[in-house]
C-alpha cells in the first residue's frame, strides 16, 4: 500500500505531496491540471522508462519517492530479501532521480537498483490501468493469469507442478540432444580420447614424482662430489687414527674415571656422552649414505627418461601429477559414455519419454480445473458486466488445446458480445475502448480477495460513462476499495462522491510560471469540488445541494 508520494520538479509540477491511506482515494481536476502527471511520477517510481522531458525546465534533475508498506505484501518482502533491499518498520522506500542531461537513478531501501529490478518489484506493488493502458486484457496471451489467478491455489499449485515437470523434460530432451551431437563426431572423439588414456597409462605418474625424481637427479649428477665430501667427512670423525670418535672416546673414558674422586663431574660428562653417541650415530648414518651413492650412468638415464616422460604429460594434461590424473579419469569416463552411446541414448529416451509423459499427466489436470471453473469465472464476470449496465453482454472463456509448455497445454481466451444477438468473438478483436474498461473493471471486481498487488490505481477508467452507468461503476469500485488500496483519477462526480479521500489537482500561476498544486480537501471543499464537476465554474444552490446529497 502506497503511504506517501511525493514529486519534486516533474513537468509543471514544483513540489506536490500525497498522503495515501487504505480505501478509496480519488484525484479530480479540469483538463490539463496535471493529473496524468501524477500517473506518470507512480510510473517513474516502479520502473518506467524515464524520459528527460519530464523535468521541468530550468530544474537540474526530477525526483519522485515512495513511500510503501508492504506488512500485507510477504512476497514482496521475499523479493526484497532476494535483492538485499532493507524494509524498515515494514515500509519500503524507493528513490527514481531523472536528470536533465538525460540519466537516471534508482534507489530502494536506500541502495541503487537497477531498472529492471525495480520494474519487476513494481509489478508486485502496483497494478495500474489507465484510458489507454488495457494490454493485459488485449493480449490473448495474459488471459489464462486472470483466470487461474480467479481459481487461487489449485490452479497455482498445479502450474508450479507443470513448470517443474517441464523443465524436468526439457533437461532429458537436452541431454539426449547433447548425447546425439557427440555421436556424430564419437569415431574422432574415441580415438582422441583412448589416445591419451594409453599415453599417460603408459607412463603411470604418480603424484609428487617430479619432485622426488629431481632431487634424485640431482644427486646422480654430482654423484662423484658428494663421495668425496662424504668419504673425507667419514674418515675425520670415525676412519683415520685420531678421528673425532677415538678423541671424544678416550675424553669421556678418562673423565669416568675420575667420577670416584668427584660425582660432581656426572654433570660435565653427560652432554659429552650425548655428544659421543649423536656422533656414532651420525657417522653411522654418513656411512650408509656414502655406500648408497651410485655413479651408474644407467641409473642416471633412466632417471632424466623418467623425468622427460612426465614433463611431457604436464605440457599436455595439466602441471602436475595431480591434474594429469584427474585428466585421465575424465577421458576414463567420456570414453566409457562414448562406447557404451547405444546403450546411453536408449536410456534418455526412456528417460524423455517418461518426463513427457508426466508432463502431459500433470498438464492434463492443470486444463481440467480451468475447464471446471472457466464457466463460473465467465459467468461471474458476465454479470457484474450487466451490473455496469451492459445488460445484454456476454462473457466466456474458450480454452484450446496448444502444445505443452511451462504454463500448461491450454490457450485461454476471453470471448466477447456487448449487444443481443452478436456472436461472441475475441475480446480484442470487438470490443471498444469503454468496454475493455468495463470488462476489466467487471474482471477485478471477480478477483477481489483473491489475487492481485495491493494497490490499484485506475486513470479515467470512466471515459464514456454516464448516468446510471457511472453510478454502477462508482459502486463498482467503492467495493473494489474493501479488498485493495484504490487510487482513481476521474472526471465523474457519481465516482468522486464514493471516495473516502478526495484530492483536486489544480493549476496556477507562481512567480510567473505556471505550476501544478495537488490538494487534499475537507468536507465543505469536497461539496465545492463535486458541484463543480456537476455544474460547472458556476455553482449553484442546486448543484451544491445535489453535490450534499450525492456525499450523503
Known amino acids: 500500500m502506497i503511504v506517501e508520494l511525493t514529486v519534486e520538479n516533474l513537468a509543471i509540477i514544483d513540489l506536490a505531496q500525497v498522503t495515501l491511506g487504505p480505501g478509496f482515494t480519488v484525484l479530480t481536476g479540469e483538463t490539463g491540471a496535471g493529473k496524468s502527471l501524477m500517473i506518470d511520477a507512480i510510473e ?99 488471459h489464462v493469469a486472470y483466470l487461474d489467478a480467479w481459481i487461487g491455489e489449485p490452479a497455482s499449485l498445479l502450474r508450479q507442478r507443470v513448470a517443474e515437470a517441464f523443465g524436468a523434460a526439457e533437461g532429458a530432451r537436452r541431454a539426449l540432444a547433447d548425447l546425439r551431437k557427440g555421436l556424430r563426431d564419437r569415431e574422432q572423439r574415441v580415438d582422441l580420447l583412448k589416445f591419451q588414456v594409453n599415453e599417460i597409462e603408459a607412463v603411470d605418474p604418480q603424484p609428487g614424482e617430479t619432485e622426488a625424481l629431481e632431487t634424485q637427479l640431482s644427486r646422480l649428477k654430482n654423484s662423484e662430489r658428494l663421495a668425496e665430501a662424504s668419504l673425507g667427512a667419514l674418515n675425520s670423525l670415525a676412519e683415520q687414527e685420531g678421528c673425532a670418535v677415538d678423541l671424544l672416546g678416550d675424553a669421556v673414558k678418562s673423565l669416568e674415571g675420575m667420577v670416584r674422586y668427584d660425582a660432581s663431574l656426572e654433570v660435565v660428562m653427560k652432554p659429552l656422552k650425548e655428544a659421543l653417541y649423536a656422533l656414532e650415530d651420525g657417522t653411522h648414518s654418513l656411512r650408509e649414505y656414502t655406500e648408497s651413492l651410485d655413479a651408474d650412468p644407467g641409473v642416471l638415464d633412466e632417471v632424466q627418461s623418467r623425468l622427460d616422460a612426465l614433463r611431457r604429460l604436464r605440457r599436455k594434461y595439466g602441471e602436475d601429477e595431480a591434474a594429469v590424473l584427474a585428466h585421465l579419469a575424465s577421458a576414463q569416463e567420456e570414453l566409457l559414455l562414448l562406447e557404451d552411446a547405444e546403450a546411453s541414448e536408449e536410456s534418455l529416451l526412456a528417460a524423455t519419454a517418461k518426463a513427457d509423459k508426466e508432463v502431459n499427466r500433470v498438464a492434463g489436470e492443470l486444463t481440467k480445473i480451468r475447464k471446471e471453473k472457466a464457466t463460473e469465472f465467465g459467468a461471474l464476470v458476465e454479470t457484474q458486466l450487466q451490473d455496469l449496465a ?10 484450446q488445446a496448444r502444445p505443452t509448455d511451462a504454463h500448461g497445454a491450454d490457450a485461454v481466451e476471453f470471448i466477447f458480445s456487448a449487444n443481443a444477438g452478436e456472436p461472441m468473438r475475441p475480446l480484442a478483436k470487438i470490443a471498444s475502448g469503454g468496454e475493455i474498461s468495463r470488462v476489466m473493471l467487471a474482471m477485478k471486481t471477480a478477483l477481489a480477495g483473491r489475487a492481485g498487488v495491493p494497490t490499484l490505481i485506475f486513470d479515467e477508467v470512466d471515459a464514456g460513462l454516464g448516468g446510471r452507468a457511472a453510478a454502477t461503476m462508482a459502486r463498482k469500485l467503492e467495493e473494489l476499495a474493501g479488498h485493495y488500496q484504490l487510487v482513481v483519477i476521474s472526471h465523474l462526480p457519481q465516482i468522486a462522491a464514493r471516495a473516502t479521500t478526495h484530492y483536486r489537482i489544480e493549476k496556477g500561476e507562481t512567480n510567473g510560471r505556471v505550476v501544478t498544486r495537488v490538494v487534499r480537501l475537507n468536507d465543505a471543499e469536497r461539496v465545492e469540488e463535486i458541484a463543480r464537476m456537476l455544474a460547472g465554474e458556476t455553482l449553484t444552490e442546486a448543484s451544491l445541494a445535489n453535490a450534499r446529497e450525492m456525499l450523503a
Open 44 to 142: 517513474l517510481a516502479l520502473g518506467e522508462r524515464a524520459a528527460t522531458e519530464l523535468v521541468r525546465a530550468g530544474a537540474a534533475k526530477a525526483t519522485v519517492n515512495v513511500v510503501i508498506d508492504v506488512s500485507d505484501a510477504p512476497f514482496v518482502r521475499a523479493q526484497c530479501d532476494e535483492l538485499g533491499i532493507a524494509i524498515e518498520d515494514n515500509l519500503l522506500y524507493i528513490q527514481r532521480e531523472v536528470l536533465a542531461e538525460g540519466r537516471s537513478t534508482c534507489r530502494v531501501g536506500g541502495r541503487m537498483t537497477p531498472v529492471a529490478g525495480l520494474k519487476a518489484l513494481g509489478k508486485s506493488l502496483v497494478d495500474l490501468h489507465g484510458q489507454h493502458d488495457h494490454q493485459a486484457l488485449l493480449d490473448p496471451e495474459g
Open 390 to 399: 451492459m445488460a445484454r453482454a456476454k462473457f466466456a472463456v474458450d480454452i
